[in-house]
């Protein structure tokens, strides 16, 4: 009878999350580009939202780091939010999946058939099969995706994102599982990370879980302190997340990168915000620029400064197995001009230099080095760099401007 009021209670959670989730469904022409594939694995076509990171070319031949976003018609926005304010200094430009799971949720996202059900359910061995035999292969050939991939979770989802990692690792290099269903089948996923993360590596895989405040369904006073020690079927959600995550953190010598966070303000609806924000960053600390100060300091040595550019760029691409820009674009040329201000010459074009080289399509680099030639009354150089910009946008304003340096070389 116990087990019957907890799975109740998931199921009050579930009924009121499936009307958030229909009820914000509506903005996602706003925040996603809808597309579907049809799974053979699944027998139904599977539809899923694509958003785009701010200044996406499409024309680049760019790849980036994709993250997989669960119940993605309800999370894709927080998650887009989230990427938008951190992108650069925090986080990666990425590609963001939102895979829908608003119809049979509980039956793909739990591993195992549990009974009494409302339901269909324990059908995750299927639905990982389609993620990783038919989703990710799809996005690949239809999207610039690397293979540097993130899987997001919540409550299910959650569940789901911790059971991929147990059972099929290599698919992704890091997992974030907000306030998961832990619970699921007697704390079945406890039972397999003890007998699984025995026998294999987890190196270069990380893990972020996240706990709610919402501790028992009927006490509020219940602390993080003392819920250990309660034996009700109402703690037995938050037990499972905390009894899994100190055993994670006791065997985190087999590899395994891993962080947890509590949130005691936050409800199991509100959790996934905050999860979010700390759970990315906490993902990808590896990612977060070094020294960015000495960028401010006009006496930081051009050396120096060169030398961190070379540092970052061979870290990211230790972490992503492929060469990324150490800085943004923008950085690039926004430090180039700040030294030219400063009448550091020297300083501005190696930014220049070094902006041209990471992103060599980029007209408005090779129209900046033209900025500094002619600053350096130098307008035969100027002009060159000018026509480089010219052929890759083709524009107005450079064809005029190859006009006007064309004419004081004469």
């Keep these: 009878m116990s087990f019957f009021l907890n799975q109740k209670t998931l199921l009050c959670l579930a009924i009121l999350f499936s009307i958030i989730s229909e009820a914000k ?15 053979e694995v699944l027998e139904e076509s599977r539809v899923f939202y694509v958003q785009f990171p701010e200044g996406f070319d499409p024309e680049s031949d760019r790849k980036y780091p994709i993250a997989f976003i669960l119940d993605g018609e309800n999370l894709l926005p927080a998650l887009s939010v989230t990427q938008r304010f951190y992108m650069g200094g925090f986080l990666p430009d990425m590609i963001l999946i939102g895979v829908s799971n608003q119809e049979n949720r509980t039956r793909d996202l739990t591993p195992s058939v549990v009974e009494p059900s409302y339901g269909p359910n324990g059908e995750a061995d299927q639905f990982l099969r389609f993620v990783g035999e038919e989703l ?22 959650g569940l789901f994102s911790i059971y991929t990692l147990i059972h099929q690792p290599e698919l992704f290099e890091n997992y974030l599982a907000i306030d998961p269903s832990l619970d699921w089948d007697d704390q079945l996923m406890l039972k397999q990370a003890k007998e699984v993360f025995s026998k294999k590596s987890l190196e270069g895989k990380s893990l972020y879980v996240s706990l709610s405040g919402q501790l028992h369904m009927q006490k509020p006073e219940m602390t993080i302190e003392n819920v250990m020690q309660d034996d009700s079927e109402f703690t037995l959600f938050a037990r499972s997340n905390i009894a899994f995550s100190e055993f994670i953190r006791a065997n985190s010598g ?6 947890w966070d509590f949130f005691p303000i936050d409800l199991h609806g509100t959790v996934p915000l905050p999860s979010l924000r700390n759970g990315l960053i906490s993902l990808f600390d590896w990612f977060q620029m070094e020294r960015v100060e000495l960028f401010n300091i006009p006496e930081t ?10 540092y970052r760029a061979e870290k990211l691409e230790a972490h992503f197995g492929y060469p990324e820009p150490p800085f943004p674009e923008d950085l690039m040329t926004m430090s180039g001009y700040m030294s030219m201000d400063r009448g550091q010459m020297e300083k501005a074009k190696m930014f220049f230099e070094q902006g041209i080289h990471y992103f060599p399509k980029s007209a408005n680099l090779y129209d900046s080095m033209a900025d500094y030639y002619e600053a350096n009354d130098d307008p035969k150089s100027a002009l060159e760099f000018v026509k480089k910009a010219y052929e890759i946008s083709g524009s107005d304003y450079h064809k005029n401007r190859i006009e006007e340096l064309a004419l004081k070389i004469k």
């Design 136 to 157: 990710i292969p799809y996005v690949e050939e239809n999207y610039p995706a690397s293979d540097y991939r993130t899987l997001i979770g919540h409550s299910y989802g």
């Design 25 to 39: 469904a509506q903005f996602l022409s706003q925040i996603g580009i809808k597309d579907s594939v049809y799974s």
């Design 254 to 259: 087999e590899g395994l990168d891993f962080d």
């Design 301 to 310: 040595p051009k050396e120096d400064l060169l030398e961190l550019m070379n």
